[in-house]
């Protein structure tokens, strides 16, 4: 398994904003993609956003569309957080596909994902 490191979560009230960041092996992910998974406390581990490596083709999970942002810079994956709620304190986990991401078919299952960090923690309370 590739390592994976992400950082930027903390402690913020609701409607503030939190910049991640997701350092990957460069070029290691150069046919397939990126995405960020969160897991809460009682919860199972969901899909939060996923961009392809080439093209920077996104998506995102419904809960989040309109608020976050995923982007690639060279070896660095960010995911931008704005207007953040308390339903979205969570564990994120920055992921790494090697396999060809297939336009056709966004990878939204962690099944889909080879390669994982440790995890950040963000907590939204007031």
């Known amino acids: 398994q590739v390592q994976l490191q992400e950082s930027g979560g903390g402690l913020v009230q609701p409607g503030d904003s939190l910049r991640l960041t997701c350092e990957v092996p460069?070029?290691?992910?150069?046919?397939?993609?990126v995405a960020w998974f969160r897991q809460g406390v009682g919860k199972e581990r969901e899909f939060v956003a996923t961009?392809?490596?080439?093209?920077?083709n996104t998506a995102y999970a419904d809960s989040v569309k309109g608020r976050f942002t995923i982007s690639r810079d060279r070896n660095m994956v960010y995911l931008e957080m704005n207007r953040l709620q308390p339903e979205d304190t969570a564990i994120y986990y920055c992921?790494?596909?090697?396999?060809?991401?297939?336009?056709?078919?966004?990878?939204?299952?962690?099944?889909?994902?080879?390669?994982w960090g440790q995890g950040t923690q963000v907590t939204v309370s007031s």
């Open positions: 992921a790494g596909k090697t396999r060809r991401w297939i336009l056709t078919n966004v990878p939204t299952g962690e099944n889909d994902y080879d390669a």
């Open positions: 460069g070029r290691t992910f150069s046919t397939g993609g």
């Open positions: 961009i392809r490596w080439n093209g920077g």
